[in-house]
């Protein structure tokens, strides 16, 4: 069996393991928000409202999973999921009608809107991605929509693909006066018992909601106006991006994970020793406890002359 359920030298694990992606994290739920049905989901069947931190941290949990997880540890969270989902229903204030969280719909929409803003956020804040890299990354998480009960084809396989899609539920978006609060919970979340220890820090959470909004289309900051607009903001936001893309590299390792919950962590060390066991090496050696740990690919052992 494969050690993690994204091996080391695929895109996902480049793109998922960037610090840039609590930036993306926050600008998914940011965007997920602007479908009316899939926020009242949220809003109805969730304690968003009461733990938004929490929420991010289970989203990251399940990133991480699906990355550096073993395949039976993310099958038995997907598994997990899917239960939990199919159990939930709520109804949509506007028209009346009943829906499941699991609504095939919503779900595409919810693996679009996490894949294409960890996709745009993380390359735009600095991390060198080619543009074949770019379909790979697509087409690998298509194939790891499984875990919340979609098929590959059900997703967009490329980066063409999933302009399309997104253009096309375009006029379905719109903010909600749920969604607007949603992104207020966002710029600003309570913290989580576990992380009371890091409420004095609370103010440096904003430049990272703030980021994220920042990031969103234009047309929907418009349609938000929860923060000022000013000119030249895209570019001002890209810089800001990446000066703190770069100030999180700095970050030791083990300062890092402080703020991860404790599954997270034991599983990415678990993770780990499956990899050396696999025959892969720490590239970056004693610089791994400064910053986050390489691999090197295992060496691919020399065919056997026959004798």
Same mark, same amino acid.
């Given at each position: ?9 695929? #895109?996902?694990?480049? *793109? ?14 940011? /965007?997920?928000? &602007? ?13 968003? !409202?009461? $733990?938004?931190?929490?929420? /991010?941290? !289970? ?17 038995? &969270?997907?598994?997990? *999921?899917?239960?939990?989902? !199919?159990?939930?229903?709520?109804? $949509? ?8 969280? $699991? ?6 929409? #919810? ?20 543009? !074949? ?17 979609? $098929? ?18 375009? +006029? ?7 969604? =607007?609060?949603?992104? =207020?919970?966002? &710029?600003?979340?309570? #913290? ?33 106006? #929860?923060?000022?607009?000013? +000119? ?12 703190? =893309? ?7 390792? =083990? ?33 791994? &406890? ?12 020399? +065919?056997?002359?026959?004798?």
């Amino acid at each position: 069996m494969q050690p993690t359920v994204a091996a080391p030298e695929s #895109v996902t694990w480049k *793109i998922h393991l960037d610090r840039s992606m609590w930036v993306a994290g926050v600008r998914a739920l940011m /965007l997920q928000a &602007l479908h009316p049905v899939a926020m009242q989901g949220v809003w109805q069947r969730s304690d968003f !409202r009461s $733990d938004p931190t929490g929420r /991010l941290l !289970r989203t990251a949990h399940f990133v991480a999973v699906t990355t550096y997880g073993s395949p039976d540890e993310a099958e038995a &969270l997907g598994t997990r *999921i899917r239960r939990v989902h !199919r159990a939930l229903g709520f109804t $949509d204030p506007a028209t009346g009608r009943g829906h499941r969280v $699991d609504e095939h719909d919503l779900l595409v929409w #919810v693996h679009c809107a996490e894949v294409s803003s960890y996709l745009e956020t993380t390359h735009r804040a600095g991390l060198p991605l080619t543009e !074949r890299e770019m379909d790979r990354y697509v087409d690998e998480r298509a194939r790891a929509a499984v875990y919340v009960g979609l $098929d590959p084809d059900d997703v967009p396989r490329d980066v063409a693909q999933m302009r399309r899609y997104l253009a096309s539920v375009r +006029p379905e978006l719109r903010v909600t006066p749920e969604a =607007r609060q949603a992104v =207020r919970f966002l &710029l600003w979340p309570s #913290v989580p018992d576990h992380l009371s220890w890091l409420a004095p820090l609370r103010p440096l959470w904003f430049p990272v909601g703030a980021l994220a909004y920042a990031t969103l289309p234009a047309w929907a900051r418009r349609a938000y106006g #929860v923060l000022p607009e000013a +000119p030249g903001a895209g570019a001002a936001a890209t810089t800001a991006l990446r000066a703190l =893309r770069s100030g999180l590299n700095r970050v030791p390792e =083990r300062y890092y994970n402080l703020v991860f919950d404790e599954a997270t962590v034991r599983s990415a060390d678990a993770a780990r020793e499956r990899l050396l066991a696999a025959g892969y090496r720490v590239e970056n050696g004693f610089r791994a &406890l400064r910053a986050r740990t390489l691999f090197t690919t295992p060496p691919v052992p020399e +065919p056997r002359t026959p004798s």
